[in-house]
């Protein structure tokens, strides 16, 4: 059984580009979390959805972020207009259902120059 | 709102020595608490977890206590490897109040030398 993929692992984007990172969740998994680790910091809850819907979005940016997870296909967190401050690693995890034990991918490091 | 707080690193310790990384935290709940691992270019990995007050969570040797009234989950190992070497999230979710996220502390560095 396939762990969590995301890609691509690395990202590179000059200011102003947008960034699409893909999460695709364990086999039998229906709910994903997204979180940002900035550097030198820890892990910070983006939003989390299940298929085709968003259930907590409270801690996306209110600009330029967005996400998805559509019913067939892996999640998706877009960036638009990306700026240096988006520079970060971004992790998702999945989980069978809400309040389960989650497991995280290996993470996507978006860099802005 | 919730908060999860881990002592700053890095932590520098010789091999066998004794591991102590402090966690404390803030819930207005009943959250469950977590120890996640995170090694170098690596997603994190759950290393142990308690459920409710003075449950013990243990694993690979690692242990950790639930302490409802010191709100700690402190992370203990009697004899650590080189191979521990990497960095630890202490970590809470509320699942009634909050949906399951996690939230994390900053993050404690651990290098263990031979």
């Known amino acids: 059984n396939a762990g969590v993929m995301q890609n691509p692992r690395h990202l590179v984007r000059r200011r102003g580009q947008e960034a699409r990172l893909r999460c695709s969740p364990m086999k039998g998994h229906s709910h994903v979390y997204w979180y940002r680790q900035l550097p030198e910091e820890g892990l910070k809850f983006m939003v989390y959805?299940?298929?085709?819907?968003?259930?907590?979005e409270s801690g996306m940016p209110k600009e330029r972020f967005s996400a998805e997870f559509p019913k067939e296909g892996p999640s998706i967190l877009r960036i638009q207009q990306v700026v240096r401050g988006d520079s970060a690693a971004y992790f998702c995890a999945s989980t069978p259902g809400e309040g389960d034990e989650q497991f995280f991918g290996p993470g996507t490091r978006l860099t802005v120059l | 709102g919730n908060s999860v707080t881990q002592m700053e690193g890095p932590v520098t310790l010789s091999e066998e020595a004794f591991l102590t990384i402090n966690c404390t935290y803030t819930a207005t709940g009943y959250p469950s608490l977590f120890w996640y691992v995170q090694y170098p270019g690596e997603g994190l990995q759950l290393l142990l977890k308690a459920t409710k007050a003075d449950d013990k969570g243990s694993n690979k040797g690692f242990e950790a206590t639930y302490r409802k009234e010191t709100t700690s989950f402190h992370l203990e190992k009697g004899s650590v490897q080189v191979s521990d070497s990497a960095v630890y999230f202490c970590?809470?979710?509320?699942?009634?109040?909050?949906?399951?996220?996690?939230?994390f502390g900053q993050g404690t560095e651990l290098s263990v030398k031979p």
């Open positions: 959805l299940q298929k085709e819907n968003i259930i907590d």
């Open positions: 970590a809470l979710s509320d699942l009634y109040n909050q949906g399951g996220k996690l939230i």
